[in-house]
């Protein structure tokens, strides 16, 4: 049982009964409304959270069975309990029949009545918790079946589906925003692999952490090894690996990653011992591979050994017909999540949407109607400085200058640090170190 027990809508027409209930239910730690007439309970059930229903059968007018429907069309996760001294089995089949969770004949013993709230509790709890995971798949399901029917995004789809049986590693690339990892989660459900899609950023993990990250290790392996512990690679056993942001990762790791794409094995650091692997690897960035293979921060063996089969994701602005179904799929979505009222954008703001130049792309968009959706506030105006820099005579504190930039790119790219990189012009590793320097 609880600690703090259970809410309970108590309906009781007897008032001798309903007394005693009440004491018994309240002695239990259970926090108790009684009420004595079926309208007196729909009133409650309409105005409060109730996680339990303890409902007599025969009322002095008529029996329960209204309040019992009402309350599960209303409620579908309500622990329901009906007792009567009519203890007829037709009285039991039609209470759960509408819906009841037990059925308690009278008269009963203290403790019985105890282990009848805390079953119809645990079916309680069970159907909460199967709305939560009902609720999630949905929201993931909405997120990987991606809005947009522009001809840029029909070309997108057709391409995913054509390759996504096909065995072979895919570089996915685009701006930051443009949902490059919904596109991996795209190919990994349709390719049929039963095993998990698993995502990696590798410019968001140290330098130092990377290699047992990537590639798992032995007990003993190195200063704080205690336990042996599988990699990502391992991990993603029979399904998908997503390196995000690839082009981070450092070079001495891109050769150990080369191999293992070559040769389908792994091996785990301080062991000799090769793993034989199933999996399917995609990587995705924002950045121009071979301008960093020219500039010898990426293997060019490895670029071509992961551009098997390149797809790029349109920036937003490519495909600006896709700006309507967006913002209305992200205002219901965003409405869901905080039981909100869903919002109605305006002509105007609108036009608005569909003139803005959006350089956070789709992420920017979401950030957008997220924030309207709590604040009814439409904000387009981009991070900018003044042309024609003047440097103050006094000077300048560049330390704070540089720390309010920092904190504009974050709110701008809601918290999303890759994104507020690439705002402000720096690596992110670069943004790491200036932001956590600020103690942001």
């Known amino acids: 049982m609880s600690r703090d027990g259970f809410q309970i809508l108590l309906l009781e027409d007897d008032p001798t009964q309903r007394e005693l209930l009440t004491k018994m239910m309240s002695d239990a730690g259970h926090r108790v409304k009684a009420v004595g007439d ?46 009567t001294a009519y203890g007829s089995i037709d009285h039991a089949v039609e209470a759960m029949k509408m819906g009841a969770d037990d059925y308690l004949p009278k008269p009963f013993q203290k403790q019985t009545m105890l282990l009848a709230i ?14 939560r995971l009902s609720d999630q798949i949905q929201q ?21 589906e054509r390759i996504s049986a096909i065995n072979t590693t895919v570089l996915i690339q685009g701006e930051s925003g443009t949902g490059k990892e919904l596109v991996a989660q795209r190919i990994h459900r349709l390719s049929g692999r039963d095993g998990p899609f698993i995502a ?35 991990a993603a056993q029979g399904g998908t690996l997503l390196l995000d942001e690839i082009g981070e990762l450092p070079l001495n790791l891109q050769t150990r990653l ?38 010898g ?37 965003f409405s869901t999540k905080y039981r909100l009222p869903t919002p109605k954008l305006a002509v105007a703001e609108m036009n608005a949407l569909r003139s803005h130049s959006w350089p956070g792309n789709v992420r920017e968009l979401s950030n957008c109607m997220e924030r309207f959706v709590l ?26 200058v540089e720390r309010e930039y920092l904190q504009a790119a974050l709110e701008r790219a809601g918290g999303n640090r890759t994104e507020a990189a690439r705002l402000l012009g720096l690596g992110y590793k670069a943004f790491l170190y200036r932001s956590e320097k600020h103690g942001l």
Not at 49 to 72: P, T, Y
Not at 140 to 160: E, H, N, T, W, Y
Not at 383 to 391: A, D, E, P, R
Request: charged share 25%; aromatic share 6%; glycine share 6%.
């Open 38 to 83: 079926a309208h007196t309970a729909l009133v409650q059930l309409n105005n409060h959270h109730w996680q339990i229903l303890f409902s007599d059968w025969k009322l002095a007018l008529g029996d329960a069975s209204e309040v019992i429907r009402s309350a599960r069309a209303r409620i579908p996760t309500l622990g329901i309990i009906v007792a």
């Open 118 to 131: 805390d079953k119809a509790a645990r079916a309680h709890q069970l159907k909460e918790d199967n709305r």
């Open 140 to 160: 993931q399901g909405a997120l990987i079946d991606m809005v947009g029917s522009s001809a840029a995004m029909r070309s997108l789809f057709d391409r995913v």
């Open 200 to 234: 990696l950023n590798c410019g968001a993990i140290p330098d130092a952490l990377a290699e047992s990250e990537l590639f798992g290790h032995e007990k003993g392996a190195f200063t704080g090894a205690h336990s042996a512990r599988a990699g990502k690679l391992e």
């Open 258 to 295: 080369l191999r293992v794409l070559q040769e389908g094995k792994v091996t785990r650091i301080g062991s000799h011992k090769e793993i034989d692997l199933d999996i399917r690897v995609v990587a995705a960035t924002n950045r121009d591979l071979l301008q960093e293979v020219d500039a």
């Open 297 to 333: 921060r990426f293997r060019q063996d490895l670029y071509y050994r992961l551009n098997v089969i390149p797809v790029t994701t349109p920036a937003l602005k490519d495909r600006s017909e896709d700006i309507p179904a967006l913002a209305e799929h992200f205002i219901r979505h």
């Open 375 to 400: 604040l009814q506030e439409l904000d387009l105006q981009p991070i900018s400085c003044q042309g024609g820099i003047i440097l103050p005579e006094a000077g300048l504190n560049w330390e704070q």
